[in-house]
């Protein structure tokens, strides 16, 4: 069971990844996961897990095709 945790942890954090490098790839759909501020610049407000939690929770919910790669490559960040 511990093992399988672990795997969906690794399996949103590689999701999140891929959509935070590869945004082109999803136009149509929209996760804030930044903010933009004067004095500091972009600061992320969405750690790259729940990043690909939000995603793979809308490919599961949604009526329109939304394509998750499963190539288990994880980014440097």
Known sequence: MYSLVCFSILFCTIVGADFSKNTKCYKHISIETHKVYKNKGKVRIMS???????????????S??????????????
């Open 48 to 62: 790259i897990f729940n990043v690909g939690l939000t995603l793979l929770k809308r490919a599961f919910y949604s």
């Open 64 to 77: 329109i095709y939304i394509r998750i790669p499963y190539s288990f490559i994880l980014y440097d960040i």
